[in-house]
């Protein structure tokens, strides 16, 4: 069954460039299509682990129906482009033989990866999660994904290299704010906290 999505809110980057970060909805295909098209080969290829040229259909509807609870994903957007393009998506898939454990991934647009939002979008999606009833993030992360793997160290990891090479990441979820560290990360994870208890 699906669930009513939660509610979308304003939040500032660390160049204090504006961002609107809502839940994704059936009718952005058209939205995560031509975010695709900005993203780089060596993005795309990160995010998706082999050459990918366009998204397929299937693919998009994939990424977008979900049920805010088993599949839940963010969506970053430009409040002050008229358009509002997509700027970054991070969504958590929960894992059907192990209930309280989901598979995460975090994707930004070259034009704004470095500047937090993907920390943001992290942890917007913990906190969904957890609320959720989700204890534990599972990635698969290229070696050289150094961004991506930087990030889930945010939350404390275990890492693991399978038969293919790849390395998997197992992330426990902080419970309460007060697990949080006092890194950056941690910093903006309370915020995004508050935000979304508002």
Same mark, same amino acid.
């Given at each position: 069954?699906?669930?009513?999505?939660?509610?979308?809110?304003?939040?500032?980057? =660390?160049?204090?460039? #504006?961002?609107? *970060? &809502? #839940?994704?909805? #059936?009718?952005?295909?058209?939205?995560?299509?031509?975010?695709?098209?900005?993203?780089?080969?060596?993005? &795309?290829?990160?995010?998706?682990?082999?050459?990918?040229?366009?998204?397929?259909?299937?693919?998009?509807?994939?990424?977008?129906? *979900?049920?805010?609870?088993? +599949?839940?994903?963010?969506?970053?957007?430009?409040?002050?482009?008229?358009? +509002?393009?997509?700027?970054?998506?991070?969504?958590? $898939?929960?894992?059907? +033989?192990?209930?309280?454990?989901?598979?995460?991934?975090?994707?930004?647009?070259?034009?704004?990866?470095?500047?937090?939002?993907?920390?943001?979008?992290?942890?917007? *999606?913990?906190?969904?999660?957890?609320?959720? @009833? *989700?204890?534990?993030?599972?990635? +698969?992360?290229?070696?050289?994904?150094?961004?991506?793997?930087?990030?889930?160290?945010?939350?404390?990891?275990? $890492?693991?290299?399978?038969?293919?090479?790849?390395?998997? $990441?197992?992330?426990?979820?902080?419970?309460?704010?007060?697990?949080?560290?006092?890194?950056?990360? @941690?910093?903006?994870?309370?915020?995004?906290? =508050?935000?979304?208890?508002?």
């Amino acid at each position: 069954m699906r669930e009513p999505p939660p509610a979308p809110f304003h939040a500032t980057l =660390r160049d204090r460039t #504006p961002v609107l *970060i &809502r #839940p994704v909805a #059936p009718e952005d295909k058209p939205l995560l299509r031509e975010a695709f098209t900005r993203l780089s080969d060596a993005s &795309r290829y990160q995010r998706f682990m082999r050459t990918i040229r366009e998204l397929s259909e299937e693919e998009l509807d994939y990424l977008t129906r *979900i049920d805010y609870t088993t +599949h839940m994903a963010w969506v970053a957007l430009d409040p002050s482009n008229r358009t +509002h393009p997509g700027l970054g998506v991070a969504r958590y $898939v929960r894992l059907p +033989h192990e209930p309280t454990v989901a598979e995460v991934a975090i994707t930004v647009v070259d034009s704004h990866q470095g500047r937090g939002l993907g920390t943001m979008l992290l942890g917007v *999606i913990t906190r969904s999660a957890v609320d959720n @009833g *989700i204890e534990t993030f599972v990635a +698969h992360v290229l070696g050289g994904n150094v961004a991506m793997l930087n990030l889930l160290t945010a939350l404390g990891v275990a $890492v693991t290299t399978d038969p293919d090479g790849l390395i998997a $990441v197992r992330t426990p979820l902080p419970r309460r704010m007060e697990d949080l560290s006092k890194s950056p990360a @941690g910093r903006v994870f309370r915020e995004v906290a =508050r935000q979304l208890a508002r």
